[in-house]
């Protein structure tokens, strides 16, 4: 069996942090005999056009002048809304999209398609080609029904794609009157986000003593991070030593520094950039929680992971969140927009060390439960693969 897995995002290069959880399927698929051909954009850190991770084969396209192609670096691919300029380079993206997914479709049986968007070319060339097209809904997706422009295009996708997927019910009961959407939920890996010891772990990673506050993503909008920022100066009238960890990087670093400067918490934020695959899990088994502001999420791996290394969740109350954290009982959940109760959770947290083990132990529960590994969520697939 083989596969073109086409995506409108994936690492740039090994190491990267976009996407990272699209190579954990890519692999374990691999590992399970399946051929799998990635098709993603060139981005400019990449490496190679085409290159070979873990059995991997990935296709890389260019879509403009690589000094001035933009559309994809700043974190989405819906950024193409924000100018005319962008527009124009989504055409020739579509494009260059659509002729590498033809050329390396050919050799395979299937086509899955990562996004919305990449389910339109995806179609295409299946419409063309008589190949099967399985399309996976994630993040933001769904909020194409609320767009003019972009409502046709997503409806034509799931109307048409041989099978939709989505990794979390929201998508699905949101769609339960246009498409039936299959459900396949992401998963960790739990040999590499398991527990350590935390002292060791700070004084490896030279991080400071008291309360630690871990992030782990990018540094676009859809992320909110600054919500976070905004909650510290309550956070550290209570926890004066308390810091926060940014194991990201990304378009709004700049605004977000100015921002931390503003509030007077320069020093409690520490901006530690993006972080090689391997060094992840050390900072998770470094902080006392973990949390997550974003405006839209689809199932996001950052909770799973903090789940299995032992490490308590406050995230906003978006998308497929929810799903994950039952509010009080494995985690917190608080309003996409509402910095003060994310700083009284906070607050609540980390001063009360029964409600820490209390939530670690009922999200590991929660991983078990429901199976939530890699190796599954590849197997599921797999089945759709030959049955689809």
């Known amino acids: 069996m083989k596969v073109c897995f086409l995506s409108t995002s994936y690492p740039a290069y090994q190491g990267d942090a976009r996407s990272v959880f699209l190579h954990e399927l890519t692999r374990s698929l691999t590992r399970k005999g399946v051929g799998v051909e990635v098709v993603c954009p060139y981005y400019k850190d990449s490496v190679a056009k085409r290159e070979t991770w873990d059995n991997v084969k990935i296709n890389r396209f260019s879509y403009f002048i690589r000094l001035i192609q933009t559309l994809t670096e700043s974190g989405g691919i819906e950024e193409f809304l924000k100018s005319p300029y962008l527009c124009l380079q989504l055409f020739f993206y579509l494009v260059a999209m659509f002729f590498t997914t033809w050329r390396v479709s050919k ?37 194409a029904l609320k767009s003019k422009l972009m409502k046709p295009v997503f409806m034509f996708v799931v ?96 605004e977000l520094e100015a921002q931390t400067k503003k509030l007077g918490v320069t020093d409690q934020i ?4 993006e972080k090689q695959p391997e060094e992840i899990p050390l900072y998770y088994n470094a902080a006392d929680c973990l949390v997550l502001c974003s405006l839209s999420e689809g199932m ?64 590991q529960t929660m991983l078990v439960k429901k199976n939530l590994t890699w190796e599954r969520c590849a197997e599921q697939y797999i089945k759709l693969y030959s049955t689809s």
Not at 126 to 132: E, I, L, N, R
Not at 234 to 245: I, T
Not at 340 to 349: D, F, H, I
Request: overall charge positive; hydrophobic content about 45%; proline content about 4%.
């Open 159 to 254: 109307k048409q794609a041989d099978v939709v997927t989505s990794n979390n019910d929201h998508h699905q009961k949101t769609l339960e009157n246009i498409a039936s959407v299959l459900i396949i939920r992401n998963g960790v890996d739990t040999k590499r986000f398991t527990l350590r010891n935390q002292q060791t772990m700070r004084k490896k990673l030279k991080l400071p003593k008291g309360p630690l506050i871990l992030y782990v993503g990018r540094f676009v909008d859809v992320k909110n991070v600054g919500m976070l920022i905004d909650a510290m100066p309550d956070v550290v009238k209570k926890l004066p030593d308390v810091h926060v960890a940014l194991v990201a990087d990304g378009p709004l670093r700049e």
């Open 300 to 363: 996001p791996n950052v909770v799973l992971e903090a789940f299995a290394s032992n490490v308590p969740v406050i995230a906003t109350k978006v998308g497929g969140i929810p799903e994950l954290i039952d509010d009080g009982v494995n985690g917190f959940l608080v309003p996409s927009k509402d910095s003060n109760a994310l700083a009284r959770q906070l607050v609540r947290l980390l001063t009360d060390t029964a409600l820490q083990k209390k939530f670690t132990k009922n999200g």
């Open 107 to 143: 050799n395979c049986e299937v086509i899955h398609c990562q996004w919305a968007l990449s389910g339109l070319i995806g179609v295409l060339v299946g419409k063309m080609t008589g190949k099967k097209v399985i399309v996976t809904l994630r993040g933001q997706d769904i909020h």
């Open 270 to 273: 520490l901006f530690l950039g």
